[in-house]
Nanobody, 129 residues
Framework: QVQLVESGGGSVQPGSSLRLSCTASGYIPSITSMGWFRQAPGKEREGVST????????YYSESVQGRFTVSEDNAKNTVYLQMNDLKPEDTAMYYC??????????????????????WGQGTQVTVSS
């Protein structure tokens, strides 16, 4: 079992930055990938960014490439999402997720929410002027 706890959401103006954190507990060695997904009202959950645990390969959706950065601190069992130049379209509930199965190192696979079996409770990010 793996438990995930997110923090760091909030309400900001366009162009601002936020950093989300996700701390994992439980059977950490079982985790193969961790990452961030988001869901806006009326929309499907979409992959934002993930990081593979073994080689720290990172993946980003096209909509956040160049603005968001995912990183990890293995000593703290924590994954971060640094979000810069936030836009109103980034407004959503952001969820941390972990997978305990092998995922092929492709963006499509890594950002597919159906491949993740543990989820946090979510943290809200609102970007508006």
């Amino acid at each position: 079992q793996v438990q995930l706890v997110e923090s760091g959401g909030g309400s900001v103006q366009p162009g601002s930055s936020l950093r989300l954190s996700c701390t994992a507990s439980g059977y950490i060695p079982s985790i193969t990938s961790m990452g961030w997904f988001r869901q806006a009202p009326g929309k499907e959950r979409e992959g934002v960014s993930t990081i593979s645990r073994e080689r720290s390969w990172t993946y980003y959706s096209e909509s956040v490439q160049g603005r968001f950065t995912v990183s990890e601190d293995n000593a703290k069992n924590t994954v971060y999402l640094q979000m810069n130049d936030l836009k109103p379209e980034d407004t959503a509930m952001y969820y941390c997720a972990a997978s305990t199965v092998f995922l092929f190192p492709t963006r499509a696979t890594q950002l597919n929410n159906t491949n993740y079996n543990y989820w946090g409770q979510g943290t809200q990010v609102t970007v508006s002027s």
